[in-house]
DNA sequence: ATAAATACGATTAAAATTGTCGTATTTATT
DNA sequence: AATAAATACGACAATTTTAATCGTATTTAT
C-alpha cells in the first residue's frame, strides 16, 4: 500500500535523464527505454501524456523526441500525481460515491485529515526534488 | 496509487468502534462487520493479527470478542501501517532486490527521500488521532 | 453436549495495474 | 515521391495485487 504506479515512476525517470543530459535537446522514448529496461509503449504513452499536460514538449517526425517544457521547480509533486494519476486519496471514498455504508462510517472524517497532511506534504515538494 | 488496503481500514474502524463504545467491555467481530456492512470473516482475520501484534486482546468462547489492549496514543501510524502491511514504501525496489536495472535506476536515491518524509508524518500521527 | 465465539491456512474472485498490439500521423531524409 | 523513424492513441491481454470466501479446528460459557 501507499505505492506510487510505474506509469508515475517512468515518468520521473524520464524527466530525470532529460534533464541530466540535455535540457535544450530532444530525447526520444526509444532511448530512455531502452537505456533504463523499460517497456517503451508503456513509457511512451507516459511521456504523451505529460507532453498533453504541457509538462514536457514533443517534437514528431524522425529526429523528434521530447524536451522538458515546464519549470519543474515550479510543479508540485502534488499535482503533478494528480494530473498522471487523477486525485489523491487515501480512501476510494472520497472520490467516488458508491461506498453505500458512508453514513456508518466512521473513519472517514480523521483519515481525510490525514489525506490531507498527506497532500500537504507532496504540495510542498517540487519535481525538480526528483528531478536533480 | 497511495491507497491504503481495505485490511487497515477495516483495522481502524474496529479500534474506534471498540474506543467509542466500551473501552472496557468486549467486542465481536460479528457485531463490527454487521454494523459497518463489511466481510465478517476478513474483519476476524485482521482483528486476529492485531491481537497477534498485542494491539488488541482477544478472549475466546461465546460471549468472547476483543478489547483494545494496548495505548493507541504510543503507536504511531507508521508503526501499524507496517505491522499490519509490512514496510512502508512507495517503490518497491526498497525492500525487494530483485530490480535488474537498479544501478542504472536514475531516481531511487530521490524517491527514498521522499519516502522518508512520509514515514516521518506518519511516525508523528498517532493511532489515537485516528480513533477519537 | 451445544452453541457461539476466535484461529488460521488454503483457495477463489475481483480489481487494479502493467504491458502489448495495431494502426494512424507526422516529418526529415534520400 | 518513397521511405523510415519518430510520436499518437484506442483497444485489448496479461499479470499482479487485493479482497473475499471456504473449511476446519479450537476455545469456553451455558
Same mark, same amino acid.
Given at each position: 500500500?501507499?505505492? /506510487?504506479?510505474?506509469?508515475?515512476?517512468?515518468?520521473?525517470? &524520464?524527466?530525470?535523464?532529460?534533464?541530466?543530459? +540535455?535540457?535544450?535537446?530532444?530525447?526520444?522514448?526509444?532511448?530512455?527505454?531502452?537505456?533504463?529496461?523499460?517497456?517503451?509503449? =508503456?513509457? &511512451?504513452?507516459?511521456? #504523451?501524456?505529460?507532453?498533453?499536460?504541457?509538462?514536457? #514538449?514533443? %517534437?514528431?517526425?524522425?529526429?523528434?523526441?521530447?524536451?522538458?517544457?515546464? !519549470? =519543474?521547480?515550479?510543479?508540485?509533486?502534488?499535482?503533478?500525481?494528480?494530473?498522471?494519476?487523477?486525485?489523491?486519496?487515501?480512501? +476510494?471514498?472520497?472520490?467516488?460515491?458508491?461506498?453505500?455504508?458512508? !453514513?456508518?462510517?466512521?473513519?472517514? %472524517?480523521?483519515?481525510?485529515? /490525514?489525506?490531507?497532511?498527506?497532500?500537504?506534504?507532496?504540495?510542498?515538494?517540487?519535481?525538480?526534488? %526528483?528531478?536533480?
Amino acid at each position: 500500500m501507499l505505492k /506510487i504506479t510505474r506509469k508515475v515512476e517512468y515518468a520521473l525517470i &524520464a524527466l530525470r535523464h532529460m534533464q541530466a543530459k +540535455d535540457p535544450e535537446g530532444l530525447t526520444s522514448a526509444k532511448e530512455i527505454a531502452t537505456h533504463y529496461g523499460i517497456p517503451k509503449q =508503456l513509457l &511512451a504513452k507516459t511521456l #504523451q501524456q505529460m507532453a498533453r499536460d504541457n509538462i514536457i #514538449q514533443a %517534437v514528431q517526425g524522425p529526429t523528434g523526441g521530447y524536451r522538458i517544457r515546464a !519549470n =519543474l521547480g515550479k510543479i508540485s509533486l502534488k499535482d503533478f500525481f494528480e494530473r498522471l494519476e487523477g486525485p489523491l486519496g487515501m480512501m +476510494d471514498c472520497f472520490f467516488e460515491s458508491d461506498c453505500i455504508q458512508i !453514513n456508518a462510517c466512521n473513519i472517514r %472524517v480523521p483519515i481525510q485529515r /490525514i489525506n490531507d497532511n498527506m497532500r500537504d506534504m507532496f504540495s510542498k515538494m517540487t519535481l525538480m526534488e %526528483v528531478t536533480q
